[in-house]
T-cell receptor, first 116, second 115 residues
Framework: DVKVTQSSRYLVKRTGEKVFLECVQD?????MFWYRQDPGLGLRLIYF???????EKGDIPEGYSVSREKKERFSLILESASTNQTSMYLC???????????????FGSGTQLSVL | AQSVTQLGSHVSVSEGALVLLRCNYS??????LFWYVQYPNQGLQLLLK??????LVKGINGFEAEFKKSETSFHLTKPSAHMSDAAEYFC?????????????FGSGTQLTVLP
């Protein structure tokens, strides 16, 4: 079975802390994504990566950065967490090669981050 | 720009009743359209997708959706709701972002199935 694993289900951090959210996929997928999910807003794309060491900004990259040192792992970094970054974070990957289509996404179960 | 609008953030149906979840799209090019489902405490999974072949698309768990260009709609239906269908449903459309095609998701519709 296809698996996208996010390291934590729940995370509580304080304002100003540096936060790492980790995601690992075991499907040898080229493409990986980070979304945040907020009630009434659906999913919004933060960053994506189509290859190791490659990254592109999504719709809401401000306050976030990412790292992809290995194909299977994609990390989301909050350099200085703020309360407006309290949200559900979803990692996803896709098997479509190259950059042509990324429609069939496989999602992790999410990390609920609370910033106090 | 490509976008989708889901009408109704919450829908309740009785078990055995018809499920109808509405999605309208806006796209300047022929769209690829999708429905994803999110069960409690899980990530999203693909329910079905339309990629310009047949306008009536069948998905998993008895769901189907019909692409209607004249109405710019892609509504999701199921003839008879089951308790296990209770979940949040997201409509999505493909768009170009940076160097790749990405998905734009709607705001979601929470489906409740009443016994």
């Amino acid at each position: 079975d296809v698996k996208v694993t996010q390291s934590s289900r729940y995370l509580v951090k304080r304002t100003g802390e540096k936060v790492f959210l980790e995601c690992v996929q075991d499907m040898d997928h080229e493409n990986m994504f980070w979304y945040r999910q907020d009630p009434g807003l659906g999913l919004r794309l933060i960053y994506f990566s189509y290859d190791v060491k490659m990254k592109e900004k999504g719709d809401i990259p401000e306050g976030y950065s990412v790292s992809r040192e290995k194909k299977e792992r994609f990390s989301l970094i909050l350099e200085s967490a703020s309360t407006n970054q309290t949200s559900m974070y979803l990692c996803a990957s896709s098997f479509d090669r190259g950059r042509t289509t990324n429609e069939k996404l496989f999602f992790g179960s999410g990390t609920q981050l609370s910033v106090l | 720009a490509q976008s989708v609008t889901q009408l109704g953030s919450h829908v309740s149906v009785s078990e055995g009743a018809l499920v109808l979840l509405r999605c309208n799209y806006s796209s300047s090019v022929p769209p690829y359209l999708f429905w994803y489902v999110q069960y409690p405490n899980q990530g999203l999974q693909l329910l079905l997708k339309y990629t310009s072949a047949a306008t009536l698309v069948k998905g998993i768990n008895g769901f189907e959706a019909e692409f209607k260009k004249s109405e710019t709609s892609f509504h999701l239906t199921k003839p008879s709701a089951h308790m296990s269908d209770a979940a949040e449903y997201f409509c999505a459309v493909t768009r170009v972002s940076g160097s790749a095609r990405q998905l734009t998701f709607g705001s979601g519709t929470q489906l409740t199935v009443l016994p």
